[in-house]
Nanobody
Framework: QLVESGGGLAQPGGSLRLSCTTS????????MDWFRQAPGKQRELVAK???????TYADSVKGRFAISRDNAKNTVYLQMNSLKPEDTAVYYC?????WGQGTQVTVSS
């Protein structure tokens, strides 16, 4: 099970931090991802962090978003800065064994 938190409403140019926590697994050995799905669009990969800490990003968020992990807390984070209205979507945490329930991020003035 993956439990997400941290979504909400932000103004353009603002910031939000998403968290995704799990338990009962050896979290540190797994790659973790954040996806998002905007209304009427397909779910897309936003950011990925490997078990070794290597990160990759969608071109649309490079330089603005940062994925990180704290293996001691079984948690992966998505720091989102310089938010744009087009970042509005439901954001999902993903692991090889599960999807999170999704958390709404809305960017609007």
């Amino acid at each position: 099970q993956l439990v997400e938190s941290g979504g909400g409403l932000a103004q353009p140019g603002g910031s939000l931090r998403l968290s995704c926590t799990t338990s009962g697994v050896i979290f540190s050995i797994y790659d973790m991802d954040w996806f998002r799905q905007a209304p009427g669009k397909q779910r897309e990969l936003v950011a990925k962090i490997t078990s070794a800490g290597t990160t990759t990003y969608a071109d649309s968020v490079k330089g603005r978003f940062a994925i990180s992990r704290d293996n001691a807390k079984n948690t992966v984070y998505l720091q989102m800065n310089s938010l744009k209205p087009e970042d509005t979507a439901v954001y999902y945490c993903h692991s090889p064994w599960a999807w999170g329930q999704g958390t709404q991020v809305t960017v609007s003035s």
